[in-house]
């Protein structure tokens, strides 16, 4: 089993800056390939961006591509998400997630285990 805890999230006005830690414990950490998911109310939830174990390939989906940043240390096995430019489309609750499945997944089903989330409110 691996527990992963988010933190870091909060109220930021659009153009501000937020950085998520996923903090993860149990089984070892760069075992695993991991990802950022969000939901939105009353929407699906997305997923956000990847990054293999080694932290040599990341992947990210489209509406977040130049703003946020997925990046990992395995020393500290501590997820991280830096996002920049928000807008308030970027309000959601934000979830880490580990994955044993090869390279970068992005499908939800892909991943094993996941955090309780992190709120991120982006205001106008």
């Known amino acids: 089993q691996v527990q992963l805890v988010e933190s870091g999230g909060g109220l930021v006005q659009a153009g501000g800056s937020l950085r998520l830690s996923c903090a993860a414990s149990g089984r070892t950490f760069s075992n695993y390939n991991m990802g950022w998911f969000r939901q939105a109310p009353g929407e699906a939830r997305e997923f956000v961006a990847s990054?293999?174990?080694?932290?040599?390939?990341?992947y990210y989906a489209d509406p977040v591509k130049g703003g946020f940043t997925i990046s990992r240390d395995n020393a500290k096995s501590t997820l991280y998400l830096q996002m920049n430019s928000l807008k308030p489309a970027d309000t959601a609750v934000y979830f880490c997630?580990?994955?044993?499945?090869?390279?970068?997944?992005?499908?939800?089903?892909?991943?094993?285990?996941w955090g309780q989330g992190t709120q991120v409110t982006v205001s106008s």
């Open positions: 997630a580990g994955s044993g499945v090869y390279g970068t997944p992005t499908n939800s089903y892909d991943y094993q285990y």
């Open positions: 990054i293999k174990w080694s932290g040599s390939v990341t």
